[in-house]
């Protein structure tokens, strides 16, 4: 079992910056891909971006060169810096956690999530 829990979503202005953080708790040592996805209101969840346990990282295309994503793998961490913020970066952002068993299992785990508001 994984536990997620976010922070650092709040309110910014377009244009500024917010960094996301998450706290893995648990079996952390058995994560495999971390991720953020977001969901806007009358929208379905989308992912944002994944880092893997070699750092390999992956962007959607919206965010890729405002954002970045990294992992502190010893605390059980990710986190999404996000830079030139825009109304269409709206959401409720999630913390995503795949972890696959050594008997070849994958199991996804989710945060509670952290609402980001970009406006003036």
């Known amino acids: 079992q994984v536990q997620l829990v976010e922070s650092g979503g709040g309110l910014v202005q377009p244009g500024g910056s917010l960094t996301l953080s998450c706290a893995a708790s648990?079996?952390?040592?058995?994560?495999?891909?971390m991720a953020w996805y977001r969901q806007a209101p009358g929208k379905q969840r989308e992912v944002v971006a994944k880092?893997?346990?070699?750092?390999?990282?992956t962007y959607a295309d919206s965010v890729e060169g405002r954002f970045t994503i990294s992992r502190d793998r010893a605390k059980g961490s990710v986190y999404l810096q996000m830079n030139g913020l825009t109304s269409e970066d709206t959401a409720l952002y999630y913390c995503?956690?795949?972890?696959?068993?050594?008997?070849?299992?994958?199991?996804?785990?989710w945060g509670q999530g952290t609402q980001v508001t970009v406006s003036s």
């Open positions: 995503n956690a795949e972890v696959k068993t050594p008997a070849g299992l994958w199991y996804e785990y």
């Open positions: 880092i893997n346990s070699s750092g390999i990282t």
């Open positions: 648990g079996s952390r040592f058995s994560i495999n891909i």
